[in-house]
C-alpha cells in the first residue's frame, strides 16, 4: 500500500478473499455463476428494486451503451447530455451511432440544467408521431441522460416532467450515485431506468464493471440478452448482432461482498462530507459542494469550486497538498471542449470553458482517517488565508 492520502480507493474489509476463493475453488471464473444472479438481486433490494432489476455489466460505459439500445435509441438520434460529465457519456452515445446534444448545466450542482433544458426544448425541437425531432436537422432526439456529479442527483422530478412533456426517455447516468436520494427516493425508486459503475475509484468496486437498473423488466431482460450476445438456445443460435457484455463471476462475487459492506461505506462518506462541510463553513474564497434541496449525495468525491476563476490557485494547491503526500486533483473537462466532441451541436456553453480550473477533488475514501482529513483541512484552510 501507498503511504499517499488518495482521492478514491477501495475499501475492500468484508468477505472478498472468501467469495473469491469460492470462485476458483468452484471453477466458475467467468460469465456464467452463482455470484453475477446474487449481486443482481442484491443491488436491486439495495437500491429499492425487486429482485431482477438490475443486469451485470462489464463496465458503466458498456450498460450506458446497452441501456441506450434498450430504449430503442437509433443512429443518428440526438441524446441530450449535460457538458459536465466523464466522457464515458458521451463515448456510450457515439457507441451505438447516435449523436450527443450537449447541454449546460447549474452552477451550485454542476448537474443537468432544467429550465435550460425545457427552454432549448421548446425553441429547437417539434413534435411529429409521439416523438421529439429537432426542427433544424429533423434528427430525432432519442434520450436525456443526466448525470450525478459527485455523486449528487440532478432534478430528477424536473427533468422526469420534461421528458414526458416532449415524449423523451431517459437513462440516468448514476454512475457514481449509488447511495444518493432524490427527495427520499432511492436510485431504483425514482421510476426511471439507469446505471451505476464499479470501477476501482467508485463508492463500491467489482475491478470493473456496472449494472443496469430498471423497474422494467423488458428492459432487464433486453439489457442482459444483448450483454451475452443475444444467444437464445443451447445450440448457438443468436437472434441480433450483440456483445460480450456480461459481469463475470469473480466481478461478481468481489461486487457480493462489497455490496454487503455498502451502508457502512455510505455511512463513512458521508462522515467525511459533514467534516470537510462543517471546516469549510465560512470560507469566502471557495464553496464546497454540498447536497442539494432537491435530495441527498451519495458524497463520492467532495469538490470545493473558486467562487473567482485564478488557474494558478488549483494548481499551487494541488501541489502544496502533494508535498504533503496528499492526492489531490483536477476534475473532469467539460465535454464541450474534448477533441472528439468539438462538433457536437451543443448550446451556448462558453461560460463553462474555465471551469475545470475552478474545481479541486479532495481525498474522499471511506477509509480516510480522521486525523488524515485534519491535516488536508489544515493545508487547505491555511492556503487560503
Ligand atoms: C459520470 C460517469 N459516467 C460513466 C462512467 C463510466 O463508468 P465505467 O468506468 O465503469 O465504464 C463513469 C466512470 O467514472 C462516470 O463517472
Not at 41 to 60: D, F, P, R, V
Not at 170 to 190: M, P, R
Not at 353 to 373: A, G, T, Y
Request: positive net charge.
Amino acid at each position: 500500500m501507498s503511504d499517499w492520502i488518495e482521492i478514491s480507493i477501495p475499501s475492500l474489509r468484508g468477505k472478498e478473499k472468501e467469495y473469491l476463493e469460492e470462485c476458483i475453488n468452484s471453477n466458475y471464473v467467468s460469465s456464467i455463476g452463482p455470484f453475477t444472479t446474487k449481486f443482481e438481486n442484491l443491488i436491486s433490494e439495495k437500491i429499492g428494486l425487486n429482485e431482477n432489476g438490475a443486469a451485470a455489466t462489464s463496465s458503466g460505459t458498456t450498460a450506458l451503451q446497452l441501456g441506450l439500445l434498450s430504449l430503442e435509441v437509433k443512429q443518428n438520434n440526438l441524446v441530450i447530455l449535460p457538458t459536465y460529465t466523464f466522457i464515458a457519456t458521451a463515448n456510450a452515445i457515439s457507441h451505438v451511432n447516435a449523436q450527443p446534444w450537449i447541454f449546460d448545466i447549474e452552477m451550485d450542482h454542476l448537474t443537468l440544467d432544467h429550465k435550460k433544458l425545457e427552454h432549448e426544448l421548446e425553441n429547437k425541437t417539434f413534435q411529429k408521431n409521439d416523438s421529439c425531432f429537432h426542427k433544424k436537422t429533423y434528427q430525432k432526439v432519442g434520450c436525456i441522460i443526466p448525470v450525478h456529479v459527485f455523486g449528487c442527483p440532478p432534478n430528477i422530478e424536473e427533468i422526469k416532467r420534461i421528458g414526458k412533456k416532449f415524449n423523451i426517455p431517459i437513462l440516468l447516468d448514476s454512475a457514481c450515485g449509488i447511495g444518493a436520494k432524490f427527495k427520499n427516493l432511492n436510485l431504483g425508486e425514482t421510476d426511471l431506468p439507469g446505471i451505476i459503475s464499479f470501477n476501482g475509484n467508485k463508492t463500491i468496486t467489482t475491478g470493473s464493471g456496472g449494472i443496469f437498473y430498471s423497474k422494467e423488466k423488458n428492459l432487464i431482460k433486453k439489457v442482459k440478452h444483448l450483454s451475452s450476445t443475444a444467444k437464445c438456445t443451447n445450440r448457438y443460435d443468436h437472434d441480433e448482432i450483440a456483445f460480450n457484455y456480461r459481469m463475470s463471476n469473480i466481478q461478481a462475487a468481489l461486487g457480493l461482498a462489497q455490496l454487503e459492506q455498502l451502508d457502512k461505506i455510505l455511512n463513512d462518506k458521508k462522515k467525511i462530507h459533514l467534516n470537510y462541510l462543517n471546516a469549510f463553513n465560512n470560507c469566502s474564497k471557495f464553496k464546497l459542494i454540498s447536497d442539494p434541496n432537491w435530495g441527498e449525495s451519495s458524497h463520492w468525491l467532495n469538490a470545493i469550486i473558486l467562487k473567482e476563476d485564478n488557474k494558478e490557485t488549483i494548481e499551487k494547491l494541488i501541489n502544496k497538498l502533494r508535498e504533503a503526500r496528499i492526492r489531490a486533483n483536477y476534475f473532469w473537462k467539460p465535454l464541450h471542449l474534448q477533441n472528439p466532441y468539438q462538433s457536437s451541436m451543443r448550446n451556448k456553453l462558453e461560460h463553462l470553458n474555465e471551469i475545470q480550473e475552478r474545481i479541486l477533488i479532495l481525498p474522499s475514501s471511506s477509509n480516510l482517517k480522521f486525523d488524515e482529513q485534519q491535516k488536508i483541512i489544515k493545508i487547505i484552510k491555511s492556503y487560503f488565508q
